[in-house]
């Protein structure tokens, strides 16, 4: 489908799905479509942890080899959980020492706190996360940033930008309505500043990868579902201003669903 509908790859999400798990069986999928895998997010969902391992130093090693494996250029990564204090405690050493042995980017990913009701309007708020959903709150060479992650965190996702700065190399685009939950709307529909995250990337020096992580859940029909996904990609071509296909040997930051 992402093939059919023009995306120059995909974003690999490991979890558990065994074939995500399987690199050889993804990699005859890449070649079978003709679509690479340029990124792979390693397997840090609370349903993924023990996926490879029940380590997530493991995991994340794990996924370090996938990419290469793969030629995939970025792993994206969420910041630990709390729990996982001995893997929180060495967390950026960890990360800056994968990313020197492999020459892969290991993008750090905002989350987003966990809301509870409390019934009459109120409701707590818990950070899952170590230090907190913001990784630039502890500084790494490259970070993700995703928009329906900032929308549930009512964080502003161009100042969020900002501190990424030149640290930026992954972008999951999607929008959000504010809502306490991850929503990955298609983008435009939501309230969160798509179109100008959009230009301002295509007016920088932005060369890593956007990838269009929306919902498609509701989809009535496997039609329906292209309508969407193809609704969401010329969203991104249109702010981004990237032709559908590029001059030969032209390099460019790739569209990935």
């Not at 120059?8 to 990699?27: I, K, N």
């Not at 405690?89 to 989350?111: H, K, P, Q, R, W």
């Not at 996702?157 to 929503?183: C, F, I, N, T, Y």
Request: aromatic share 6%; net charge negative; proline share 8%.
């Amino acid at each position: 489908m992402a093939s059919d509908l023009g995306y120059d790859g995909v974003e690999l999400m490991v979890w558990a799905d065994p074939v995500s798990q399987d690199v050889r069986a993804v990699g005859r999928l890449s070649a079978r479509s003709g679509m690479p895998v340029l990124a792979v997010h390693a397997p840090c969902l609370l349903i993924s942890q023990r996926v490879w391992s029940p380590d997530p130093s493991e995991r994340l090693r794990r996924a370090v080899e996938a990419a290469g494996e793969l030629n995939a250029p970025t792993v994206v990564l969420h910041p630990p959980f709390r729990w996982q204090r001995k893997y929180a405690d060495g967390f950026a050493d960890l990360v800056a020492s994968l990313e020197d042995e492999s020459g892969t980017a290991i993008a750090v990913e905002n989350m987003f706190p966990v809301r509870r009701p409390l019934g009459r309007g109120r409701s707590v708020e818990m950070n899952a996360f170590k230090p907190s959903v913001d990784p630039t709150d502890v500084g790494h060479r490259n970070y993700t940033l995703d928009l329906s992650h900032s929308a549930a965190a009512h964080m502003d996702a161009l100042e969020l930008a900002k501190r990424m700065g030149e640290g930026l190399r992954h972008v999951h685009l999607a929008d959000g309505s504010g809502a306490p939950k991850d929503e990955h709307m298609i983008p435009g529909r939501g309230t969160q500043p798509c179109a100008e995250l959009c230009e301002q990337l295509a007016r920088g020096a932005f060369d890593g990868q956007v990838v269009l992580e929306v919902n498609t859940r509701r989809a009535a029909s496997p039609a329906a579902r292209r309508e969407m996904l193809a609704e969401a990609l010329l969203f991104a071509r249109l702010h981004l201003d990237w032709p559908a296909q590029g001059r030969p040997g032209e390099p460019r930051p790739g569209l990935s669903s």
